[in-house]
């Protein structure tokens, strides 16, 4: 299989081309040239997360170089569970969170880290991998690439604006995995590492790839845990299974999305966003309008330019069906702090923030059918937005106490290019 760009203008790219470049090179997203069709009768016997994971992917890894070590990549990612945790007949959290740094993207970020450190020979130049985060995927990149010999890591934050759990997180790795704490947004952050990435006399000397969600060895791995979702439901009722998202830069969504255009038994996917509300605008009507984000108490949503648009707009490119395929709903921090605290009442489940916007929106829709709200972080690394509201303390899972046991540092950095490139050439 081969690989194009959303913005057309870039040569076929094979999937470990793609995968190393992260951008394409006329700035647009990599898509597959072609969406390959499965059936659930195509998983026949196939019940883990790893087999499945594999069994989906196949086709996209054909004829590529890491196509021979697709079992084993799948085997060290998928290595820790996704459960379902039912809350009544109707309605599941599907539990992305067991992972080394508590978050969903833990699973992509160690996919990615998989597959590059299959694809990088001895003596090859070290590669920096640049990430901006909102908070988890900084943590989710950094855990899975830590100790990795040949890559160093370099995680750009916004300074104040994640929990102090997960600023600890982010500079807790040290070795080859280090902070920048930027006085800016995450806007800010991710503006300059596409700067970087675009910065050709920079990349001469420092090599550089990206681990933010628009690449392609995070975004495939992510339709793994929603197939397996979706099948258990599937052979268990003869049913599909619906999907609620907690959604900002829009991957985890289009994963899921992308996964029922491949024929698996995936019914509505329904959008949650906090009160950036760039993605419900388009969807009742409006014009896709881009905007700078705003704080939320779900920050790792904090968001006003969700990067896979594009590949949403690649994938439905007429805006009409594109609105009627998909319902998205705009949470504020008042409905999320009132989610929290009805979960907890009625089930006694802790949520974090992000998984509350998703349950809140379908709480307002209250739909047909069963439904899995995907728990993205474990409400433990939120816990001075969740303990107030539930009034009881959240341990944090073994991984993660351990990491907030190590000491941590991020450095200071101003929003300025010239800064993240002195950076980025220091050695
Ligand atoms: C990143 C993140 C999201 C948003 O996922 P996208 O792929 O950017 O839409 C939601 N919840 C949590 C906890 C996250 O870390």
């Avoid at 170089?65 to 459960?83: R, V, Y």
């Avoid at 690649?314 to 069906?321: C, E, T």
């Amino acid at each position: 299989m081969r690989f194009v760009s959303t913005r057309g203008q870039a040569a076929p790219a094979t999937l470990s081309e793609a995968i190393a470049a992260g951008l394409a090179p006329d700035g647009g997203l990599y898509v597959p040239e072609s969406v390959p069709t499965l059936a659930p009768a195509d998983f026949e016997g196939k019940t883990t997360l790893a087999d499945i994971a594999a069994a989906l992917l196949r086709p996209f890894f054909e004829g590529g170089a890491l196509a021979a070590e697709l079992d084993a990549i799948c085997a060290q990612a998928f290595d820790f569970p996704a459960p379902m945790r039912w809350l009544d007949d109707g309605t599941g959290l599907l539990e992305l969170f067991h992972g080394p740094t508590a978050a969903f993207k833990d699973f992509g970020a160690r996919f990615l880290a998989a597959c590059l450190s299959r694809l990088r020979a001895d003596g090859d130049r070290p590669l920096t991998i640049i990430v901006a985060t909102s908070g988890d995927t900084g943590a989710a990149v950094g855990g899975a690439f830590h100790g990795l010999a040949g890559v160093r890591v370099v995680i750009l934050y916004p300074d104040g604006r994640v929990s102090p759990r997960q600023a600890h997180q982010l500079g807790a790795f040290g070795d080859n995995v280090r902070a920048l704490r930027v006085a800016g947004s995450f806007d800010d952050c991710q503006a300059l590492v596409k700067r970087a990435l675009n910065d050709a006399a920079l990349q001469a000397r420092v090599p550089l790839s990206s681990a933010n969600s628009i690449s392609l060895g995070r975004l495939l791995p992510q339709m793994g845990y929603y197939t397996h979702a979706a099948l258990a439901h599937w052979r268990e009722t003869g049913e599909v299974l619906n999907f609620a998202i907690p959604t900002g830069n829009l991957g985890n969504a289009l994963a899921c999305i992308l996964a029922r255009r491949i024929g698996l038994p995936i019914g509505e996917v329904l959008l949650a966003t906090n009160a950036n509300d760039v993605l419900p605008s388009f969807f009742d009507g409006g014009p896709y309008e881009p905007r700078a984000s705003v704080a939320t108490l779900a920050n790792a949503m904090d968001v006003g330019a969700p990067s896979n648009f594009e590949r949403l707009r690649w994938l439905v490119p007429d805006d009409g069906a594109l609105r009627e395929g998909f319902r998205a709903i705009a949470v504020g921090d008042a409905a999320i702090r009132d989610t929290i605290g009805e979960v907890w009442t009625r089930h006694g489940v802790a949520v974090c923030p992000h998984t509350a916007t998703a349950i809140h929106a379908l709480d307002s829709l209250a739909p047909d059918g069963t439904w899995a709200v995907v728990a993205t972080a474990h409400p433990a690394k939120f816990e001075s937005i969740v303990e107030p509201i539930i009034g009881e303390p959240v341990a944090p899972p073994p991984a993660l106490a351990a990491l907030l046991a190590r000491p941590a540092h991020a450095d200071p950095m101003p929003a300025d290019y010239a800064a993240f490139r002195a950076q980025l050439e220091a050695r």
